[in-house]
T-cell receptor, first 114, second 114 residues
């Protein structure tokens, strides 16, 4: 079956702009989580969506937001980009929230802010 | 808030050597534990997970991990590494009531010399 699909794979934006990243989970998976990966801070949890509702949120400013659609696809948005937002953004999907299954990660979107 | 420590940032081994990567977490309640691997240029993949029961967990590719509750540790082991095990390894913790929010350690880069 198809894995977690993230688009686009690469993105270059200018400071002050906004960006939207997309994640299509594995078919049947209803939970989508987002993570930011940087060399300095490692992997940090951004937020989790389950059945179109935000279930958990990490310690990121309000410039980072997300949503989930009825087909479980999710988008995250970063407004007023800063240089420090340059990172690999990873999406992970699972069948349910807090369940016994693992999480399947996508290949990520590499965002560069110049 | 919970935290995860991986004390070995870089490990270099020769093929056939034994591997043990340390992982310690701080959280007072019940946790679920994971080890993920990221091969060069690839996405994060689940190696193994612990939810309850036998504290010795076996995963894919000959890896295993032991949960020692009294030491808040979940160390990853492999008796004999191969060159193809060269990758970055991440330990992650999920508190029992935290939905799908994973807290990751900083990662350990393993290089296996042929």
């Amino acid at each position: 079956k198809a894995g977690v699909t993230q688009t686009p794979r690469y993105l270059i934006k200018t400071r002050g702009q906004q960006v939207t990243l997309s994640c299509s989970p594995i078919s049947g998976h209803r939970s989508v989580s987002w993570y930011q990966q940087t060399p300095g801070q490692g992997l940090q949890f951004l937020f989790e969506y389950f059945s179109e509702t935000q279930r958990n949120k990490g310690n990121f400013p309000g410039r980072f937001s997300g949503r989930q659609f009825s087909n479980s696809r999710s988008e995250m948005n970063v407004s007023t980009l800063e240089l420090g937002d340059s990172a690999l953004y990873l999406c992970a999907s699972s069948l349910e929230t807090g369940g016994l299954g693992g999480y399947t990660f996508g290949s990520g979107t590499r965002l560069t802010v110049v | 808030a919970q935290s995860v420590s991986q004390h070995n940032h870089h490990v270099i081994l020769s093929e056939a050597a034994s591997l043990e990567l340390g992982c310690n977490y701080s959280y007072g309640g019940t946790v679920n534990l994971f080890w993920y691997v990221q091969y060069p240029g690839q996405h994060l993949q689940l190696l193994l997970k612990y939810f309850s029961g036998d504290p010795l967990v076996k995963g894919i590719k000959g890896f295993e991990a032991e949960f020692i509750k009294s030491k808040f540790s979940f160390n990853l082991r492999k008796p004999s590494v191969q060159w193809s095990d060269t990758a970055e390894y991440f330990c992650a913790v999920r508190p029992d009531n935290a939905g799908n929010m994973l807290t990751f350690g900083g990662g350990t880069r393993l290089m296996v010399k042929p």
